[in-house]
Every structure is written in structure tokens, then in C-alpha cells.
């Protein structure tokens, strides 16, 4: 990528650069090295100083020597690190029975009622995956069969997966070439009045080169463009577009679901949506691949009839059995409630921190997903590295790079949030 290009694929984000492994400790450089040898150009690390991690339990992640870290970062081990239910759901499952879902198991079926009860009417059927990538590859596959067209639009930074079909959708990924005749991407809800604009407008330039909108898929709270949640609703103009269009919504759930934005269970309803098909996947199995489809009778026929679908591991056993007891430690330790509580709270303490320190700029979110813009001549890189060394992990996200993405598992306290502030109060105090 030219140096002057501001645009940033996300794997480069954060990632350490192999060129510096022998300025590190001989050990963690051996690790490093032996990493790099046997993965190559296909190993990404985090960090100028990689971390080597060897257990966890709630917010907290501990190395060989016990040096504690507070995750703000993880939102796949939602319910907290190596949750004692989660883990003995697994063990139990998997002694007893785990085979592929051609036999009847009641476990899978209790899960999937459990789930669709949570979705607006109309999306009662169900299709297990294990990952995010599946699901919005199948989700691809199922608009393109319904709509017959090939048209999809997403944001400028998403990502959706790393199938083929997701890749060419994620320009995240590719953001040194352009996207692929069929894709069209719109900006980031930066200016969210006029989303449904830009929407509109690669609506009709699909249909000037001779294409039809399939599918608007967005990821409801704009993780990887930055974190844009409000205000609450501003989606559906641009969702009502794209039916007039003959398209149909895939809401990728897959970062914002399982109550991470505290006010619902699913990120599209804070906007009033109703999806023709929802993915899901990283928090639905705490840590176990688990990933679903979820879509009408209809739009899932209209793939059936021309091609089958099959998953091996998907729904099985010890699959369902982790879903269900992720479910039930988000209702019994109200965790939806808690994001909802400590979220605001952190957002207050980072734009209390915003008065003293010139380089934060807007701070965004719902709940525990929060987005903050970092200004020179502070850097959001720079800031992650220093949060690291004072044992706090968050992440990078935006075009640029330039935002903090907080998203810690969803038992993260109030106490924790007020880790993370002090921390990043000492780091901005460093880099004036
Ligand atoms: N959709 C979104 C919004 C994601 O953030 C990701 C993963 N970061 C995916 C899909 C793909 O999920 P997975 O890596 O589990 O395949």
C-alpha cells in the first residue's frame, strides 16, 4: 500500500511487525520466530510486544508468569473468559455424545426455539453454521437465490468474513484494490442523515451498469468502520430503499448480538429493523465455533431448490449445549442490563477524560461497544501499545485506524471501566 494511502486493512491494524522480533526478550522472540516459520505471511500478532497467554476467567487474561491483563477487547468470550457453566455444558456434552445433526437431538431443537423466540415474526427458520464467515456467505447465497440478482452493497470499512463470497464483501480486506463489479460501498454513517442517500445512489449505479440490488448487509453497529450506533433508528430509510429496490437486509449480528449494545438482544433493533435474514456467530458460543442463519420459510426454499447446504459440525450437541448455557448466563446474570449500565458509565468517564486530554475526540457507542476518536498528536496505535504495557487490551478500528474499539466480555464492571480510564488518562498523559 503507498504510504500516503490513509486507508487501512484490518489485519494491519495493530499488527506487530516481524522485522522488530530480535529487539524483543529472547524467549518471546524464539516464540515469534518459531510462529513466523511455521505460519509465515499468513501469522498476524497484535502488539509491538506480542503477549503469550495461557489462561483467563471473566475480564482477565494471565501469562506464564501471572501478569494479569484486563480484556477491553474480546467480545467472542462474551459472557466472561472460561465461564464455569459455558465450559461445563461443554465437557458434560461432549462425553456423552457429539455427532453431526443427520440424527435427531433434542438439544439443537431447544436451542433453535430458544433463539427464533428472541427474532421478529416471520423468521422462523434456522440454519446452524460455525462461524460468522458461513453464515454471511450462506446469508449471500440465500439473497442471491431469492432475489435472483448479484448486487450487494456494504460500508466502506466492513468486514463480513473470510470465505470468498464474504471477502469480496469486505473491503476491509481489500482496501488496496477496488471491490468487485457486483459490490458497491457506502460511507460509514459518519453523517447518518445521510446514509440512506448513499444507499440510494449505489442502488441506481448497480442498475446503471446493468445490475440488481440482492442484498444491503451491514453490520448494525459499524464495528470495523469505526462504531457508529446513534441515533437510534437512522437505519431504516436506507433499509426501506433497498425493499423498494427488490433487495433484501442481511443484518450481520455477528459483532453487535447476544445484548452487547444493552438495550436489546440484537443489534438491528435499536434501529426498528426488520431483517430477511440475521447472522450470527463469535459471542453465541463463548469461545465454541458456533454461528447460525436465521431467515423466512421462503428465502430459504428458494435456495434449497437449486443446491444443498450442509455443515458437519454445525448444531451439533455439544454446539447446542454450549449455545443454551451461554443464553442462560446472559439472562441469569442479567448481562444485557449490565452492558447497558457499565457502557454508559465508561462512555461518561471517557468524555470526562475528553476535557482533559485535547487528542480524544468523539466517543461512540452502545453499550460495551465504544468507539473513541483519537486526534495527532496522540495516535491510536501508539495508545494501544502503551495500554498494553499498562496491562489494558483494546483494539484499533476506522478506515484510518484511528479510533479505539473498546469491547470488553459482557461481565465487565464498574470497577474494570475505571481501570481502563486511569490507564488511558497515564498513556494520553505520555503522548502530549
Ligand atoms: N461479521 C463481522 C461483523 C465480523 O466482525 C466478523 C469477524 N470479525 C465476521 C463476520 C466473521 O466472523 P468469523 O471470523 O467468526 O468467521
Known amino acids: 500500500m503507498p504510504p500516503s494511502d490513509p486507508d487501512k486493512p484490518i489485519l494491519a491494524l495493530n499488527a506487530f511487525d516481524p522485522g522488530r522480533a530480535a529487539a524483543l526478550e529472547p524467549q518471546l522472540a524464539g516464540s515469534i520466530r518459531r510462529r513466523y516459520q511455521l505460519f509465515g505471511s499468513a501469522s498476524v500478532l497484535f502488539y509491538e510486544r506480542p503477549l503469550e497467554l495461557v489462561r483467563a476467567q471473566g475480564c482477565w487474561l494471565y501469562d506464564a508468569a501471572g501478569t494479569a491483563y484486563l480484556d477491553a477487547y474480546n467480545n467472542v468470550p462474551s459472557v466472561g473468559h472460561c465461564h464455569p457453566r459455558?465450559?461445563?455444558?461443554?465437557?458434560?456434552?461432549?462425553?456423552?455424545?457429539?455427532?453431526?445433526?443427520?440424527?435427531?437431538?433434542?438439544?439443537?431443537?431447544?436451542?433453535?426455539?430458544?433463539?427464533?423466540?428472541?427474532?421478529?415474526?416471520?423468521?422462523?427458520?434456522?440454519?446452524?453454521?460455525?462461524?460468522?464467515?458461513?453464515?454471511?456467505?450462506?446469508?449471500?447465497?440465500?439473497?442471491?437465490?431469492?432475489?435472483?440478482?448479484?448486487?450487494?452493497?456494504?460500508?466502506?470499512?466492513?468486514y463480513h468474513g473470510n470465505t470468498a463470497l464474504t471477502t469480496a464483501v469486505s473491503p476491509s480486506s481489500f482496501l488496496q484494490r477496488s471491490a468487485a463489479p457486483h459490490v458497491r460501498l457506502v460511507p460509514a454513517p459518519s453523517a447518518p442523515e445521510h446514509f440512506a442517500d448513499h444507499v440510494t445512489a449505489a442502488i441506481a449505479d448497480l442498475e446503471r451498469h446493468g445490475l440488481r440490488l440482492s442484498a444491503l448487509l451491514i453490520d448494525s453497529i459499524f464495528s470495523s468502520d469505526g462504531v457508529y450506533a446513534d441515533p437510534a433508528g437512522f437505519l431504516r430509510p436506507a433499509v426501506e430503499a433497498v425493499h423498494r429496490a427488490g433487495g433484501v437486509l442481511i443484518a450481520d449480528e455477528v459483532q453487535c448480538g447476544f445484548a452487547r449494545s444493552g438495550d436489546a438482544l440484537w443489534g438491528f433493533e435499536r434501529h426498528g429493523l426488520q431483517p430477511d435474514i440475521v447472522t450470527m456467530g463469535k459471542p453465541m458460543g463463548n469461545g465454541y465455533p458456533i454461528g447460525a442463519v436465521v431467515t423466512r420459510p421462503e428465502i430459504l426454499d428458494a435456495l434449497h431448490e437449486r443446491e444443498g447446504y450442509f455443515n458437519t459440525f454445525a448444531g451439533s450437541p455439544v454446539a447446542a449445549a454450549v449455545g443454551n448455557a451461554v443464553l442462560d448466563v446472559i439472562e441469569e446474570e442479567d448481562l444485557m442490563a449490565n452492558a447497558l449500565r457499565v457502557g454508559d458509565y465508561l462512555r461518561q468517564c471517557l468524555r470526562q477524560l475528553a476535557t482533559r486530554h485535547a487528542a480524544i475526540g468523539a466517543v461512540r457507542g452502545a453499550g460495551l461497544f465504544i468507539g473513541v476518536d483519537i486526534r495527532a498528536p496522540a495516535s491510536a496505535p501508539a495508545l494501544i501499545n502503551a495500554l498494553r504495557e499498562r496491562r489494558v487490551l483494546i483494539g484499533a478500528a476506522g478506515r484510518a485506524g484511528d479510533v479505539l474499539k473498546i469491547r470488553p466480555p459482557l461481565c465487565f464492571s464498574a470497577a474494570d471501566a475505571d481501570l481502563l480510564v486511569a490507564a488511558l488518562d497515564d498513556a494520553l498523559g505520555e503522548q502530549r
Open 86 to 158: 459455558v465450559v461445563a455444558a461443554a465437557a458434560t456434552q461432549l462425553a456423552r455424545i457429539n455427532v453431526h445433526s443427520r440424527y435427531l437431538h433434542p438439544g439443537a431443537l431447544d436451542y433453535a426455539e430458544r433463539l427464533l423466540a428472541t427474532l421478529p415474526r416471520g423468521l422462523t427458520n434456522l440454519t446452524f453454521t460455525c462461524t460468522g464467515s458461513e453464515s454471511n456467505d450462506l446469508a449471500l447465497r440465500l439473497a442471491a437465490s431469492f432475489t435472483g440478482a448479484t448486487g450487494v452493497i456494504v460500508t466502506q470499512a466492513a
